[in-house]
Structures are given as structure tokens and as C-alpha cells.
């Protein structure tokens, strides 16, 4: 995994904003319509072939395919794997769930999206049972990163955690919630192996570190969420174990949705035991008005050494784009929080488009956000390392 070395690196999140046609194209068949399959692997191309475009142009360094083939960030796997059927019932995040008024304004109407409210749940054994999309995938993603003149400094591919699937796709066949975290990281374990296996890093999604404690764990105590963060980092170690430390980061936030967040349980609290997975990197909110203020965490309760810090200075929950000076300001507070700037990476609080109909930020300034991302590392790195 890289380091900024002479500079600050800069990378995001995970999803970037799909073409209208493919949106259509991955609803219609989570919908279970039938569709042109043929049609639907050329629009993945050329969306990917296009944003792997736009991150290059904007002045990523370290980039992905913007999950574009996927529906939504974890609701995919629905697809490669057995044991899921029928319809969950998620639980409305609490922070909105308090303020009738703001759920009337934010009802998304007519709005073409995958309901990550009411996903398959597990009925029967959950086993990987079709690579094909997952081999395609990473295929597909390394013979256009071969083609540019000019490529990304590192690649890396997502993968959700056992805990966001469990939290959202429900337990109606395993005896307990520890089986069934431990028998996703089992399945999930092909999928982590195989992208660190086909040369990119992996990122590993876990919302559920944070956004569960308002979700799931809203009317219990402190204490029962952190044992179900503490046993989620169990089983995503599982499903890790064999893989260098350095080819894995791993990304926690709150949920990706513009709200008031006044019910996110504090960084300080999870941050000693997010420090538990064997992974070599970070990823963390740090831009938006909640949470800017906790990279102060990082002194009271210090990065292990063998860890990089991907921090958020880009808020994809908005559409003002951000002054380049602002983001100096964070990545300069964090290196000084973290005490070394080689170990801090410039990233986004999450991703742009996590699921089809739940991006809120317009494509054009996705591009324009991610540039000015870019002129901030720039001038943070002048002040850290000189030049």
C-alpha cells in the first residue's frame, strides 16, 4: 500500500456516478425483469472506461472502477452467492426517524433506486457459488487500467463487511448472529482474496462499525453495540487472515446520507477498537459538519504504527465544492494529529453513488470536487514536505 512519500496521495471512497442507461439497466434486473445482457456488460465498460477517465483527469492517485457494475454497494452479492430470498425489514436510522418534518422533505418520490431497505434476507447456507461476476470484474477493470497512457499510482476494489451485510440483510436461518457474521466472512473471503490476488488493494465497506449504533443498536445500550463492532472485526479478520495486512484498508463511516447525524455514536468511542482489524489503512469520515472536528482522536488515542490514514476532506453528501485551501487546512490538522504526514492519504467521507438513486451530489461536480481534492493536496503538501 502506498504512502505519501513526497507528496499527499489522494483517492476516494469507492462509488462514482453510473450512467443513466446502466442505472436503468442494474434496476430493471434487481427488479428481476429481463434484460440484454450483452447490452448491460457493454454500458459497465464504457461507464467504467469513463470514470477511471475522470478520476485520471482530476488527479487521483489511487482509484477503482467505481463499482459500476454493481447495483449498490453490497446488495450485489445477492448474485454470487446462495442463501438469500424473501425481503428484509430495515430499520430507518433513528436521526431521521426523530423528525417527521425532515422525512417528509427527503421522500425520494419517483426516484429509480435499489431498495436497501427491504433487501433479500438469509433463508438457507450463504456460500460463494458464482465467480464469474467477481473474476469478470477485476478482469475487466486490469485490461483498461492497461491501456492509458497514464494509469493510477495504485488500484484498488471494494467489498462489504460481514456486519452491513448482516445489518441489512437479515438472519432468518443461521442459530445465532455470530454464525452468521462468520459464515458471510467465509463466503466474502473469496472475494477479498481474489481482488488482492489480481493486484488491487481492498477496501472493505463497514458502515456498520458506525452507523449501526443509530440503526440496529438505536434503543440498546452503548456496550451491546460494541460487542457487535468487536465481533464484526472478528469476522472480517476471518475472512482476511492469510492476506498481507498492507493490501487491506478498511472504511468506516456513519451513512452516506445527508441528515442531521446528531445520533452518531462519537469516533472516540469505536476508534480503540476499529484499531483491532489487520489492515493497513483507515478510511474515515473527517469533512463533513458532524465529524471534522475528530481528527483531535488521533492524539488521545494514536494510529498504530503499521497504519495510514485515509481522511476524509471531500463531503459527498453536498454540493458545494469544497476551496482547496479548506482541504490543506484538514490534511495539515490531520498530519499533525496522526504526527507523521507520510501515514495520511487525502480520501472522501464516502462514496458518491454507494446505490443507484441515492447520489446526492450532480455528476459534474463529483469531477469538480475530486480536482479541487487534488489543488488542496497540493498545497497541504508544500507545507508538510517543502518544495
Known amino acids: ?5 513526497k507528496r499527499i496521495l489522494t483517492t476516494h471512497a469507492g462509488s462514482l456516478p453510473r450512467t443513466a442507461r446502466l442505472k436503468d439497466l442494474l434496476v430493471r434486473k434487481n427488479r428481476g425483469e429481463t434484460i440484454d445482457r450483452a447490452e448491460l ?19 487521483i492517485d489511487i482509484g477503482n472502477n467505481g463499482e459500476q457494475p454493481r447495483e449498490s454497494f453490497f446488495t450485489y452479492i445477492h448474485d454470487r452467492m446462495s442463501g438469500f430470498g424473501g425481503r428484509s425489514e430495515r430499520r430507518f436510522p433513528s436521526d431521521i426517524a426523530q423528525y417527521p418534518s425532515y422525512l417528509e422533505k427527503m421522500r425520494l418520490g419517483d426516484r429509480q433506486m435499489i431498495d436497501l431497505m427491504h433487501a433479500p434476507m438469509a433463508v438457507g447456507e450463504v456460500r460463494y457459488q458464482d465467480r464469474k461476476p467477481l473474476e469478470r470484474e477485476c478482469a475487466d477493470f486490469k485490461r483498461l487500467l492497461a491501456e492509458p497512457e497514464k494509469s493510477f499510482a495504485e488500484p484498488f476494489l471494494t467489498a462489504p463487511s460481514p456486519g452491513i451485510v448482516a445489518a441489512a440483510m437479515h438472519n432468518r436461518y443461521y442459530d445465532s448472529l455470530e454464525k452468521y457474521l462468520f459464515a458471510l466472512a467465509d463466503a466474502l473471503r473469496v472475494e477479498y482474496r481474489h481482488i488482492v490476488e489480481s493486484g488491487c488493494v481492498l477496501q472493505i465497506d463497514a458502515p456498520d462499525l458506525a452507523m449501526e449504533r443509530h440503526t440496529s443498536y438505536a434503543d440498546r445500550p452503548l456496550s451491546e453495540f460494541i460487542e457487535f463492532v468487536d465481533m464484526t472485526i472478528g469476522a472480517i479478520n476471518h475472512g482476511i487472515e ?18 442531521p447525524h446528531h445520533l452518531d455514536v462519537p469516533l472516540e468511542e469505536i476508534l480503540p477498537h476499529l484499531y483491532g482489524v489487520k489492515a493497513g489503512a483507515l478510511v474515515l469520515e473527517a469533512a463533513n459538519p458532524r465529524h471534522q472536528h475528530e481528527y483531535r482522536c488521533f492524539r488521545s488515542n494514536p494510529l498504530p504504527d503499521h497504519m495510514l ?6 463531503d459527498t453528501k453536498t454540493n458545494y465544492v469544497e476551496h ?13 494529529a496522526v504526527g507523521d504526514p507520510h501515514r495520511v492519504i487525502a480520501g ?14 450532480a455528476e459534474e461536480l463529483v469531477w469538480e470536487k475530486l480536482k479541487a481534492m487534488r489543488a488542496g493536496a497540493d ?3 508544500k507545507v508538510l514536505f517543502g518544495g
Open 1 to 5: 500500500m502506498l504512502r505519501s512519500e
Open 41 to 59: 456488460e457493454r454500458e459497465v465498460e464504457q461507464s467504467t472506461r469513463r470514470v477511471v477517465a475522470k478520476q485520471l483527469e482530476a488527479g
Open 242 to 259: 492469510g492476506l498481507a495486512a498492507d493490501r487491506v484498508r478498511l472504511h468506516v463511516c456513519w451513512g452516506n446520507y445527508e441528515a
Open 309 to 314: 490514514l485515509v481522511t476524509g476532506v471531500i
Open 324 to 336: 482547496p485551501e479548506v482541504i490543506a487546512e484538514r490534511l495539515q490538522r490531520a498530519a499533525h
Open 348 to 361: 472522501t467521507d464516502c462514496g458518491f453513488e454507494t446505490t443507484i438513486g441515492l447520489g446526492d451530489v
Open 379 to 381: 498545497l497541504a503538501s
